[in-house]
């Protein structure tokens, strides 16, 4: 391939072509393009502390599933949806893990079982911590669509491709999920006062 000169900056289409040719250290700059919005995409769904390991999952997941991108959307909403469907993956893995973790709890009860701080340590402040700690008690479809929307500044036409939603179930689900997180944040500030 010939050299691009560095002051023309390739879009991700150019290194998704790139990479499928072989080129891993296109699809290697895909991923440094894109490793913040996959780790907060990951840690806004709830991956925690597993949102290291979710990532790097969604970006090997990708590579191999490569050829079946289309570019009908963006490259970022399609790799976020791979992220979001890795972190559901991890809550249902979870699920399992817990009822052992419970069930060992009570077989032997001075065991201790850690808290996930990973959501405090990523995103900083009074107000921010607030807004997680609401967005957290949404239904996981309700959160999942604020935080394409809102949180990853995604277009509606992203969030559709990313979620797989129709886009009459994207508008009206972030409709009401908004409503239902203003009353969450409502009720945040009445406790606290």
């Known amino acids: 391939m010939s050299a691009v000169p560095p002051e023309v900056p390739l879009d991700d289409d150019d290194f998704v072509t790139r990479a499928r040719a072989g080129d891993l250290e296109a699809y290697e700059l895909l991923v440094a393009r894109h490793t913040a919005s996959a780790y ?18 969604a970006f090997v997941k990708g590579y191999r599933k490569l050829s079946r991108y289309r570019a009908e959307s963006s490259f970022r909403s399609w790799l976020l949806a791979i992220v979001a469907n890795e972190t559901r993956n991890l809550h249902r893995s979870r699920t ?9 709890a009570v077989a032997n009860p001075e065991s201790q079982v850690a808290e996930d701080g990973a959501v405090g340590a990523v995103l900083a402040g009074e107000r ?9 008690l949404l239904p996981v479809k309700d959160r999942e669509v604020i935080v394409c929307r809102f949180f990853l500044d995604l277009s509606e036409d992203e969030t559709v491709t990313m979620l797989g939603w129709p886009r009459g179930t994207v508008k009206s689900r972030t409709s009401r999920a908004l409503t239902k997180l203003r009353g969450l944040l409502g009720g945040e500030e009445v406790h606290r006062g």
């Open 40 to 57: 907060r995409t990951a840690v806004l769904l709830g991956a925690g502390s597993d949102a290291e390991d979710v990532i790097q999952e």
């Open 128 to 136: 921010r911590a607030t807004l997680v700690r609401a967005l957290r």
């Open 96 to 104: 399992r893990r817990d009822g052992l973790v419970l069930r060992a």
